[in-house]
Protein backbone atom coordinates (compact mmCIF):
# COMPACT_ATOMS: atom_id res chain seq x y z
CA UNK A 1 0.00 0.00 0.00
CA UNK A 2 3.27 2.32 0.70
CA UNK A 3 4.39 1.82 -2.44
CA UNK A 4 1.13 2.52 -3.90
CA UNK A 5 0.42 5.49 -2.41
CA UNK A 6 4.04 6.81 -3.00
CA UNK A 7 3.76 5.88 -6.52
CA UNK A 8 0.27 7.79 -6.94
CA UNK A 9 1.82 11.10 -5.05
CA UNK A 10 4.56 11.04 -7.94
CA UNK A 11 2.36 10.88 -10.50
CA UNK A 12 -0.68 13.23 -9.19
CA UNK A 13 1.53 15.97 -7.32
CA UNK A 14 -1.65 18.31 -7.32
CA UNK A 15 -3.58 15.80 -5.31
CA UNK A 16 -3.76 16.21 -2.04
CA UNK A 17 -4.17 12.86 -0.34
CA UNK A 18 -4.98 12.50 4.07
CA UNK A 19 -5.90 9.59 6.55
CA UNK A 20 -9.46 9.95 7.70
CA UNK A 21 -11.89 7.58 9.05
CA UNK A 22 -13.47 6.50 5.37
CA UNK A 23 -12.19 6.49 2.00
CA UNK A 24 -13.75 9.56 0.23
CA UNK A 25 -12.77 12.01 -2.32
CA UNK A 26 -13.41 15.44 -1.42
CA UNK A 27 -13.62 17.69 -4.54
CA UNK A 28 -11.73 19.42 -5.84
CA UNK A 29 -8.01 17.99 -5.12
CA UNK A 30 -8.17 15.74 -1.54
CA UNK A 31 -8.52 12.25 -0.99
CA UNK A 32 -9.31 10.80 2.36
CA UNK A 33 -7.71 7.10 2.93
CA UNK A 34 -9.76 5.06 5.44
CA UNK A 35 -8.45 2.60 7.81
CA UNK A 36 -6.67 -0.46 6.61
CA UNK A 37 -8.34 -3.39 5.20
CA UNK A 38 -7.96 -5.44 2.34
CA UNK A 39 -8.99 -3.99 -0.58
CA UNK A 40 -7.54 -0.38 0.45
CA UNK A 41 -5.60 -0.44 -2.69
CA UNK A 42 -8.57 -0.67 -5.25
CA UNK A 43 -10.41 2.00 -2.68
CA UNK A 44 -7.97 4.16 -3.13
CA UNK A 45 -7.96 3.93 -7.05
CA UNK A 46 -12.30 4.51 -7.15
CA UNK A 47 -11.02 7.88 -5.01
CA UNK A 48 -8.24 8.72 -7.26
CA UNK A 49 -10.90 7.91 -10.45
CA UNK A 50 -13.04 10.35 -8.95
CA UNK A 51 -10.49 12.84 -8.86
CA UNK A 52 -9.83 12.31 -12.61
CA UNK A 53 -12.41 12.15 -13.79
CA UNK A 54 -13.12 15.96 -11.93
CA UNK A 55 -16.11 15.10 -10.33
CA UNK A 56 -17.32 17.53 -7.95
CA UNK A 57 -21.25 17.80 -6.80
CA UNK A 58 -23.32 15.17 -6.44
CA UNK A 59 -26.16 16.84 -7.80
CA UNK A 60 -28.79 14.55 -8.47
CA UNK A 61 -28.36 10.88 -6.72
CA UNK A 62 -28.86 9.65 -10.24
CA UNK A 63 -25.87 10.80 -11.12
CA UNK A 64 -23.91 10.26 -8.09
CA UNK A 65 -24.63 6.59 -9.05
CA UNK A 66 -23.40 7.31 -12.81
CA UNK A 67 -20.35 8.82 -10.74
CA UNK A 68 -19.37 5.89 -8.56
CA UNK A 69 -19.75 3.35 -11.51
CA UNK A 70 -17.25 5.75 -13.76
CA UNK A 71 -14.66 6.00 -10.79
CA UNK A 72 -15.08 2.58 -10.91
CA UNK A 73 -14.26 2.31 -14.50
CA UNK A 74 -11.32 4.22 -14.23
CA UNK A 75 -10.09 2.17 -11.02
CA UNK A 76 -10.04 -0.57 -12.90
CA UNK A 77 -7.84 1.18 -15.91
CA UNK A 78 -5.74 2.15 -12.98
CA UNK A 79 -5.54 -1.22 -11.45
CA UNK A 80 -3.55 -2.41 -15.46
CA UNK A 81 -1.29 0.63 -14.21
CA UNK A 82 -0.40 0.38 -10.73
CA UNK A 83 -0.74 -3.68 -11.01
CA UNK A 84 -3.45 -3.97 -8.33
CA UNK A 85 -5.61 -7.12 -8.71
CA UNK A 86 -8.94 -5.81 -9.68
CA UNK A 87 -12.05 -7.52 -8.04
CA UNK A 88 -15.64 -7.03 -9.78
CA UNK A 89 -17.04 -8.36 -6.38
CA UNK A 90 -15.98 -6.07 -4.65
CA UNK A 91 -17.06 -3.30 -7.36
CA UNK A 92 -20.31 -4.61 -7.50
CA UNK A 93 -21.06 -4.57 -3.37
CA UNK A 94 -19.90 -0.85 -3.43
CA UNK A 95 -22.27 0.06 -6.61
CA UNK A 96 -25.03 -2.12 -5.01
CA UNK A 97 -24.93 -0.31 -1.45
CA UNK A 98 -25.64 2.83 -3.74
CA UNK A 99 -28.48 1.45 -5.10
CA UNK A 100 -30.00 0.39 -1.62
CA UNK A 101 -29.46 4.18 -0.94
CA UNK A 102 -30.80 5.78 -4.22
CA UNK A 103 -33.44 3.54 -3.28
CA UNK A 104 -34.48 3.91 0.06
CA UNK A 105 -33.09 7.93 -0.61
CA UNK A 106 -36.08 7.43 -3.25
CA UNK A 107 -38.76 6.13 -1.30
CA UNK A 108 -42.06 8.12 -0.56
CA UNK A 109 -41.88 8.70 2.65
CA UNK A 110 -46.24 8.32 3.32
CA UNK A 111 -46.88 5.65 0.71
CA UNK A 112 -43.70 3.89 -0.22
CA UNK A 113 -44.03 4.40 -4.00
CA UNK A 114 -40.73 5.08 -5.76
CA UNK A 115 -40.54 8.81 -6.63
CA UNK A 116 -39.20 10.37 -8.84
CA UNK A 117 -36.81 13.55 -9.46
CA UNK A 118 -37.32 17.03 -11.25
CA UNK A 119 -34.72 18.67 -12.84
CA UNK A 120 -34.84 21.45 -9.26
CA UNK A 121 -33.97 17.67 -7.46
CA UNK A 122 -37.14 17.88 -6.01
CA UNK A 123 -38.39 14.44 -5.41
CA UNK A 124 -41.93 13.91 -6.01
CA UNK A 125 -44.04 11.19 -5.62
CA UNK A 126 -47.04 10.56 -8.36
CA UNK A 127 -49.50 9.27 -6.13
CA UNK A 128 -49.49 11.71 -3.36
CA UNK A 129 -49.05 14.39 -5.62
CA UNK A 130 -52.15 13.30 -7.32
CA UNK A 131 -54.37 13.39 -4.37
CA UNK A 132 -53.28 17.12 -3.02
CA UNK A 133 -53.91 18.23 -6.38
CA UNK A 134 -57.63 16.45 -6.23
CA UNK A 135 -58.41 18.19 -3.18
ZN1 LIG B 1 -16.94 6.69 -5.02
ZN1 LIG C 1 -46.48 8.89 -1.84
Known sequence: MDNLLNRIKKD???LSIKNGKKFTFRPPKTIIIG???PKMELLLLHELGHALLHHEDYKTHVDRLK??????E???ELSLKYDVEFDDDLMQTE?????DW???KSRCPIC???RFQTPDFKY?????????NKK
Open 12 to 14: YPE
Open 102 to 104: LYK
Open 124 to 132: HCPRCELLL
Open 67 to 72: MESDAW
Open 35 to 37: PSE
Open 112 to 114: GLT
Open 74 to 76: KAK
Open 95 to 99: LDTYR
